[in-house]
């Protein structure tokens, strides 16, 4: 028989209600020391039927109990203001249920193991809406999501995302026919813009392959691999009470009680958070934007996405230049000549040609930017991996007007592109404004054969080539690896690349566009620029055409440059990891790129009038008595960060070099007049310049004299998109009976790389004795 009591246990416990024998058992209350109440119903000493438990932070749960866990139906009310109406099993929130938020958002749905898993309905604060499946408490599977500016999207989701097939309806009537992938739009599909005749969703299953119509699009989400991602599921321990002896009655049970109701609360404010997140990214993410009215509503347009950028579009029924725009060039596009780019853009078209490329580059630069960060894939890289869009002069839905002519613009492989300039930490705003800015692009002649158009960008920091057919194919083809060389070597030589593009004018002339990093953009005037390729034949220039800017050939240098021991293996180990990278691409005909700044310019007063010398015995004296720098020249000091500029350049991303004279440590070049500068391989490396006098400019023909000055020496590998083919052998076959081995450029890669290395060690940068 029941008989109510009154116990207090020795730790502070107190229980008042009905026992059966020593247990509880009927109706009663259990205090625990810390604070936390049960009153409810009891059975053999298990808090089992209906009760309340209160828990000293204010947390409060009404509902059914059993075996000391809360199973069945009950209310859990938090002191944050959130409150969850609904079955529980162990402890934990399973089957249907409604959950208010502290923020106001609401869920009523099915739960799984405390997480929303089934069908169930998600009301955000701000008025957005899901209708849908549900999986560990993610949109997942079939939904509709509506927001408040009365945008809707019906398809499928995979953890939270968009994901699959899917229609997108605008505020304003228009559709989207297409296909997600996490959360960003990708892959074909058809908008209809409001107005237009309404879409048949039918024909769209069909197109797209499947078809039983819309229920099979919207139903094959369930065959998409949604185990992929996998999420690893909370421990909670679930027991309420423990079985109670007599020596400690519920002892452990309020302990274990108060933690799973702190464990349970936590789990819940985290998935709060998680839909508080979810809201914001939904409204952020709403395609709204991109609804605008068209100017026939008639037109219906066929798109391609790529991770959430439109690299396609045409007009159904239409080609992608618009007759009227061909009519209308028609006659320029016989006034052109087909000799070289010059011949395609002179004067006024060359202006063309330049706001062309800072139209296609800033849309370009400006799509592919938002897209969320991540690893290239190998579908990035390809001919196949591109944006394309067609710029007609009076504007478009994605294009603004211009002064330019019609024209049709492709960008090649943009994701990686886009991590090549991350990872040579180059910002995307500061590349826009640096190229496509107001002041536009300056056009320089082109400095050798090629007949290429070059630009340089404003502040000096880019410059923009343009390619022949063969140049771009080969730079798609070895970009993967060119991608891996310069992400493992950050010291790299080798041209920095920062785009690919190609515009299409008068629907059939097409110019390619490389933009690179300008190896001699520095605070320091360069004084000599030299292309250095280690050949004789025809390797020099006419010298009364040499000016400052000439870029001068491998007979025109008349110096030696000695740098510090360790300054010179490092640069000798990267021209060897870099020779071997192009060697494995069979690439051949490239060259080193040399600039000079003098410490002396004003006693250089022409190319073979050498400086007075300089006073060696003031030098200071480095390790072994070996002369370092003219005391009024350079000088090597250690490297501080605090005390250099770090922005880094267009065309370097590596790390401070060692100096063997500074005892292998990080250093700086303190330059007279104009400052401390940071030393990196190809930028800012200090070096003697010997000037070799000929026998007649002698005062004894038995005594070699140099002339000795400083330099700062900017440098690094370029022109490497000449490939060996069939072509290049035959003419290698021509040519290798009439000269000298050294003087032929075109070569097989192996031996051109060891010649050039050779040439190099030997005649530019010889060891010191």
């Given at each position: 028989s029941c008989r109510p009591n009154k116990k207090v246990f020795s730790n502070g416990d107190l229980y008042v209600g009905d026992f059966k024998e020593v247990l509880p058992h009927g109706k009663g209350k259990y205090t625990w020391s810390n604070g936390m109440v049960y009153e409810g119903d009891w059975e053999a000493g298990k808090m089992t039927g209906k009760g309340l438990l209160l828990w000293p932070s204010g947390e409060r749960y009404n509902g059914d109990i059993s075996g000391g866990y809360l199973h069945g139906v009950g209310t859990l009310t938090s002191p944050d203001g959130s409150m969850y109406e609904g079955q529980w099993r162990m402890n934990i929130q399973h089957g249907f249920g409604r959950k208010k938020y502290s923020n106001s958002d609401v869920y009523e749905g099915e739960w799984k193991e405390g997480e929303h898993e089934g069908n169930g309905r998600y009301f955000w604060n701000n008025g957005n809406k899901y209708t849908g499946n549900w999986k560990r408490g993610k949109m997942h599977g079939r939904g509709v999501m509506e927001w408040v500016n009365g945008d809707k999207y019906n398809g499928c989701w995979l953890n939270g995302l968009r994901h699959g097939s899917g229609i997108y309806q605008y505020a304003d009537g228009g559709y989207y026919f297409g296909t997600w992938t996490r959360g960003l739009k990708d892959g074909k599909g058809v908008f209809y813009p409001a107005g237009s005749k309404r879409p048949s969703l039918k024909k769209f299953c069909i197109s797209l392959g499947y078809d039983n119509g819309p229920r099979s699009v919207l139903s094959q989400c369930s065959s998409l691999n949604l185990e992929g991602s996998t999420v690893k599921k909370r421990s909670v321990r679930r027991s309420v009470s423990e079985k109670i002896s007599v020596s400690g009655v519920l002892r452990s049970s309020g302990r274990i009680s108060h933690k799973s109701a702190e464990s349970s609360r936590h789990s819940n404010s985290?998935?709060?958070?998680?839909?508080?997140?979810?809201?914001?990214?939904?409204?952020?993410?709403?395609?709204?934007?991109?609804?605008?009215?068209?100017?026939?509503?008639?037109?219906?347009?066929?798109?391609?996405?790529?991770?959430?950028?439109?690299?396609?579009?045409?007009?159904?029924?239409?080609?992608?230049?618009?007759?009227?725009?061909?009519?209308?060039?028609?006659?320029?596009?016989?006034?052109?000549?087909?000799?070289?780019?010059?011949?395609?853009?002179?004067?006024?078209?060359?202006?063309?040609?330049?706001?062309?490329?800072?139209?296609?580059?800033?849309?370009?630069?400006?799509k592919i930017t938002p897209v969320p960060k991540r690893e290239v894939r190998t579908a990035d890289f390809g001919h196949r991996a591109r944006i394309t869009m067609f710029f007609p002069r009076r504007g478009s839905q994605f294009t603004p007007p211009h002064k330019s002519v019609d024209f049709c613009w492709k960008d090649y492989c943009p994701m990686v592109f886009r991590n090549l300039r991350e990872m040579f930490k180059l910002d995307a705003a500061e590349y826009m404004m640096s190229?496509?800015?107001?002041?536009?692009?300056?056009?320089?002649s082109s400095p050798g054969k090629s007949g290429s158009i070059f630009y340089l960008s404003l502040d000096d920091r880019f410059v923009i080539k343009t390619l022949k057919k063969s140049e771009l194919k080969v730079l798609v083809k070895m970009l993967p690896k060119y991608y891996?060389?310069?992400?493992?070597?950050?010291?790299?030589?080798?041209?920095?690349?920062?785009?690919?593009?190609?515009?299409?004018?008068?629907?059939?002339?097409?110019?390619?566009?490389?933009?690179?990093?300008?190896?001699?953009?520095?605070?320091?005037?360069?004084?000599?620029?030299?292309?250095?390729?280690?050949?004789?034949?025809?390797?020099?220039?006419?010298?009364?055409?040499?000016?400052?800017?000439?870029?001068?050939?491998?007979?025109?240098?008349?110096?030696?440059?000695?740098?510090?021991?360790?300054?010179?293996?490092?640069?000798?180990?990267?021209?060897?990891?870099?020779?071997?990278?192009?060697?494995?691409?069979?690439?051949?005909?490239?060259?080193?790129?040399?600039?000079?700044?003098?410490?002396?310019?004003?006693?250089?007063?022409?190319l073979l009038k050498p400086p007075m010398m300089p006073n060696?015995?003031?030098?200071?004296?480095?390790?072994?008595?070996?002369?370092?720098?003219?005391?009024?020249?350079?000088?090597?000091?250690?490297?501080?960060?605090?005390?250099?500029?770090?922005?880094?350049?267009?065309?370097?991303?590596?790390?401070p070099l060692r100096a063997f004279s500074l005892g292998d440590k990080e250093v700086d070049v303190l330059v007279p007049g104009t400052g401390r500068l940071q030393v990196q391989l190809g930028v800012n490396m200090p070096a003697q310049a010997n000037q070799k006098l000929s026998r007649d400019e002698a005062d004894s023909a038995e005594v070699e004299l140099f002339e000795v000055y400083d330099v700062?020496?900017?440098?690094?590998?370029?022109?490497?998109?000449?490939?060996?083919?069939?072509?290049?052998?035959?003419?290698?076959?021509?040519?290798?009976?009439?000269?000298?081995?050294?003087?032929?450029?075109?070569?097989?890669?192996?031996?051109y790389a060891q010649r050039f290395i050779n040439f190099l060690k030997q005649k530019v940068f010889p060891e010191q004795p």
């Open positions: 985290s998935r709060e958070s998680m839909h508080h997140y979810s809201s914001g990214t939904f409204s952020f993410d709403s395609d709204g934007c991109q609804s605008e009215v068209q100017e026939s509503t008639a037109v219906v347009y066929e798109r391609e996405y790529m991770q959430g950028v439109m690299i396609k579009e045409r007009v159904r029924g239409y080609t992608e230049l618009p007759k009227k725009a061909e009519k209308k060039t028609k006659h320029h596009a016989k006034e052109t000549t087909k000799s070289s780019c010059f011949g395609i853009f002179k004067g006024k078209n060359s202006y063309h040609l330049m706001l062309n490329l800072q139209l296609g580059i800033r849309y370009t630069v400006g190229i496509c800015g107001d002041d536009g692009l300056t056009e320089i891996n060389h310069v992400k493992e070597h950050e010291n790299t030589l080798i041209t920095k690349f920062f785009g690919l593009h190609q515009i299409t004018v008068h629907g059939k002339r097409k110019v390619r566009f490389v933009v690179m990093g300008n190896m001699f953009c520095t605070e320091l005037r360069i004084h000599r620029r030299y292309d250095l390729k280690g050949s004789t034949h025809g390797r020099c220039t006419d010298k009364d055409k040499i000016h400052e800017n000439t870029i001068l050939k491998d007979l025109d240098l008349s110096y030696e440059f000695q740098m510090d021991k360790s300054l010179q293996k490092f640069f000798f180990h990267q021209i060897a990891l870099d020779c071997n990278f192009l060697k494995s691409q069979h690439i051949i005909d490239y060259s080193l790129l040399l600039g000079l700044h003098f410490r002396a310019p004003e006693q250089l007063n022409g060696i015995e003031s030098s200071p004296a480095g390790q072994d008595g070996e002369v370092l720098f003219p005391s009024k020249g350079l000088l090597l000091v250690a490297h501080e960060p605090s005390s250099v500029s770090t922005d880094p350049g267009p065309h370097i991303r590596g790390r700062v020496i900017y440098m690094g590998i370029i022109d490497i998109l000449q490939e060996y083919n069939a072509k290049k052998k035959a003419e290698h076959a021509c040519k290798s009976v009439k000269f000298d081995p050294l003087s032929i450029s075109v070569v097989e890669p192996e031996l």
